[in-house]
């Protein structure tokens, strides 16, 4: 037995060592142009690290922006998931098509980053926060959708039996006997999927959809890093900031 | 039709059950108000309210916006450029090549962090501040990590590898110490009282009950990063983020239909793939 | 409350599990309105089967069931769920929301009722709080009404069950095991909520129990099964030592008696 398990240890570190070789070489390593840029860039480091506070007043906006885009989304994105995910579960859809179906099409949804449904978006709806909003809310269905019906498929079953033997259809036996046992949960991964767009959406812009990540952009092409260091001090704060509060929440929302 | 008249002994009974349900009166209650509740809901309307309303949005553009979609849709997948494939592909595979490279980094790098960061491994001093640049890392979107390392030395695909690792430290340190505090402690001690050094404590005592749950936060990761270096490649990486955003600046809509459908099939596969590596890896059995 | 009840009539009903395994087989049985009907047996006798055919929540594989002017297996769709809204049901389990309030779990026995959009809502009319709350007055626990089901204990809740099932205002009541997760001095005050309703309000009641005492001190009329056949079928007087012998295929042990686990 345990000479077995070492031999299938090492070839499965072989492997691992083949593939990790192989990406070496498609992304073609460089380690001697990367020290060379890095000792040049070490004046640039520097001012990384002294953000200029003055430009504050001016990022207030953008800031502004990238909190309305991932409130937005996430109402949207939770209000829209919710009735999907009842859709999504074997437990309240007694149509097995429609579940594989829905499953189907939010597996493929949720497997497109963000970010690349931005790039396409801006050049369909214009730049902006709007298509910001569009992709955020596309991947955060995809999300919801995903922890909800888990959560829906682990609910227990007895209430909803006991709601369709009073004569109720799907839709209310669904809404009365399931939606109060994953209410908390929901409230919770909605809490989650805010976190997760406030990340984004300080990014979105970088590719044209509004928020922080245009201002990001617009400094960078200009090598301004006093004032990128700032923006990226704010992005710190904010998502920190709304990881504490969500975390606490969370742990009231599941207790 | 009216009740049958019940037998003698079950009357007796329900007098019984009368009179001591009548000791304890049962008056309707009234309605709680629940005033911290309707609070909560009041100040999220409010702020999703607010959120609508001030926006920058022209929201009548959202009138058009089904139909346009439908129109991109239709260039996009009616049908996509299947000559664009092999192009496509290798593009894939050098994001997934990002991917794969920045994982491995990442580990290198997380793993002998995360056994530092770990109670009773590490000193105090040692383990807060490496905590804290975990969670630091973790705060930062990897694309902002990307666009530093950009700003210092220009991207490439290795830059980009290097972004997914830097990123990929937060959460692996992260999820690294959690997994080996939450380790049974019998194994470790045993070690150390055998008279194990600290390396050979951590490697028999504490690494093989933590190994499974590790490998696949690993596998997880690179999950996560596969779709990470596609973003990249949107701000200039390589891969296949930046010959879609190519292609979408230029609008060639059926080579950008192709490119959707590489990124969804590729990612899927390497989903299903990972995710079954990892039922294996924690359950034992492949399902 | 003017609950008209109605008869039950099974005539040769079989159910068959796929996979072959026979729950009933050959069952021909009236049961008249107003009746209060104790189904007993062995477990795997086939009790749960019987008593969930009526209501359609167990599909039949064979013969009819005619409750009141409805056939089974013919209702599908609407008409399955209005002859549901007619038939109350008790389960071993509660099966409450226990995250909800008591009130709103009394309320599911208004859902075929109320229009969607209060149903989707939780808006209740007046009219449907008012018969939720008359329901919880009859079971005794109207001072529960906003505490969550989860915070009751196990008899409070199979009250609380019993109080939906009221809210429907049903013709039948069924119990699937409903004192089987209850102590013996909770068992007896919600047998006595059973009884008071088959008594006061003239409905039905169809109970499957698996203790004998309980079953011959409440059921004016014994049902017993085994291996999915009627084998008995009289008055609890009936029903000697010879009787249950045959029910269960043994003669009977403390396990099959309520006071005597009580003992224990």
């Known amino acids: 037995m345990k000479p077995r398990t070492a031999w299938k240890g090492l070839l499965v570190l072989a492997a691992v060592a083949a593939v990790t070789v192989w990406a070496g070489f498609g992304v073609e390593v460089d380690v001697g142009a990367l020290i060379k840029n890095f000792s040049n860039a070490a004046d640039k480091i520097v001012l990384l690290t002294q953000p200029d506070y003055w430009f504050f007043p001016e990022t207030l906006a953008a800031l502004a922006q990238t909190l309305q885009m991932a409130v937005i989304a996430t109402a949207v994105g939770a209000a829209v998931g919710l009735p999907l995910s009842f859709l999504a579960s074997r437990v309240t859809d007694p149509n097995r098509p429609l579940v594989a179906g829905t499953r189907g099409i939010m597996n493929v949804v949720r497997s497109v980053p963000d970010l690349l449904y931005a790039a396409i978006l801006v050049t369909i709806v214009g730049t902006g926060a709007l298509s910001g909003v569009i992709a955020l809310v596309l991947f955060n269905v995809g999300i919801v959708v995903k922890l909800i019906s888990e959560a829906i498929d682990a609910v227990d079953r007895g209430p909803l039996e006991a709601a369709l033997a009073t004569g109720a259809t799907w839709v209310r036996a669904d809404r009365a006997a399931v939606l109060p046992q994953i209410l908390p949960v929901y409230a919770s991964q909605t809490l989650y999927v805010l976190e997760l767009n406030v990340r984004a959406s300080t990014v979105i812009g970088l590719v044209g959809g509004g928020g922080l990540g245009i201002l990001i952009d617009q400094v960078r092409t200009f090598y301004r890093y006093h004032q990128l260091s700032l923006i990226i001090l704010e992005i710190l704060v904010v998502v920190l900031l709304l990881e504490l ?8 929302l599941v207790a | 039709m009216s009740a049958a008249p019940p037998p003698v002994r079950a009357n007796s009974r329900q ?53 346009n979609l439908l129109r991109y849709l239709g260039l996009m997948f009616l049908p996509p ?12 595979v050098l994001s997934v090549q990002m991917a794969w490279l920045g994982t491995v980094i990442g580990i290198v790098i997380s793993l002998p962090l995360s056994f530092l960061a770990t109670a009773g491994v590490g000193p105090a001093w040692v383990r807060w501040p490496l905590r804290g640049l975990f969670s630091l890392l973790r705060a930062v979107p990897e694309v902002v990590i990307a666009v530093l390392i950009l700003s210092v030395t220009g991207l490439t695909a290795f830059t980009g590898a290097l972004a997914i690792a830097v990123g990929s430290v937060g959460t692996l340190g992260k999820w690294g110490y959690e ?29 093989p009950s933590t190994a499974p749950e590790v490998l696949a936060f690993w596998l997880y990761r690179f999950e996560i990063n596969v779709r990470a270096s596609a973003i990249l490649g949107l701000i200039g990486a390589g891969g296949i983020g930046k010959v879609l955003a190519d292609n979408v600046q230029f609008r060639i809509w059926d080579a950008v239909g192709t490119l959707l459908i590489v990124v969804v099939v590729v990612t899927v596969v390497i989903d299903l793939v990972s995710g079954a590596l990892r ?3 924690i359950t034992g059995a492949w399902r | 409350m003017d609950s008209t009840s109605v008869d039950i009539t099974f005539r040769g009903v079989g159910v068959s599990y796929p996979g072959g395994v026979r729950g009933l087989q050959d069952i021909d049985l009236r049961i008249p309105a107003g009746e ?3 189904v007993v047996g062995l477990s795997g006798a086939g009790k749960s089967t019987l008593v969930r055919t009526i209501n359609g929540l167990v599909p039949i594989t064979e013969g009819e069931i005619v409750v009141g002017d409805r056939h089974l297996p013919a209702s599908r769709g609407r008409e399955l769920r209005e002859l549901r809204s007619e038939i109350g049901m008790v389960f071993q389990s509660f099966n409450l929301a226990r995250r909800t309030t008591v009130l709103n779990n009394v309320l599911m026995g208004r859902l075929h009722t109320a ?38 204990s196990g008899g409070q809740q199979q009250r609380v069950a019993i109080a939906r099932t009221l809210a429907q205002q049903p013709k039948i009541v069924l119990a699937d095991e409903p004192v089987a997760s209850l102590d013996p001095p909770t068992s007896h005050t919600v047998m006595r909520d059973l009884e008071r309703i088959n008594a006061e309000l003239g409905i039905t009641v169809v109970i499957n129990l698996h203790f004998l005492d309980l079953a011959r001190r409440y059921g004016r009329r014994l049902i017993g099964l085994r291996g999915g056949k009627i084998v008995f079928d009289g008055t609890g007087e009936d029903a000697d030592e010879q009787v249950f012998a045959d029910i269960y295929g043994r003669s009977l042990t403390g396990e099959d008696v309520l006071e005597a686990r009580a003992q224990l």
């Open chain 1, 245 to 252: 509060a969500s975390s606490y929440l969370r742990k009231r």
């Open chain 2, 179 to 207: 997994a080996m505090e939450g380790a049974e402690r019998g194994p470790v001690e045993a070690v150390r009282a055998a008279g194990g050094s600290t390396v050979q404590t951590l490697r028999w005592g504490l690494w």
């Open chain 2, 279 to 281: 039922r294996k890896i």
């Open chain 3, 36 to 38: 209060m009907v104790a």
């Open chain 3, 115 to 152: 229009p969607t959009w209060r149903t989707l809502l939780g808006a209740w009319s007046k009219e449907d709080v008012e018969l939720a709350m008359q329901a919880l007055e009859r079971v005794g626990i109207v001072d529960k009404a906003y505490v969550k089901a989860g915070n009751l």
């Open chain 2, 15 to 67: 007098d019984d059950d009368i009179r001591a349900r009548a000791a304890e009166p049962r008056v309707r209650p009234s309605r709680p108000r629940r005033l911290g509740a309707r609070l909560v809901s009041l100040a999220i309307t409010a702020v999703v309210v607010l959120a609508f309303w001030s926006v920058d949005i022209d929201w009548s553009q959202l009138a058009g916006f089904p139909a």
């Open chain 2, 81 to 92: 450029d299947l000559s664009t494939l092999p192009s496509a592909f290798e593009a894939t």
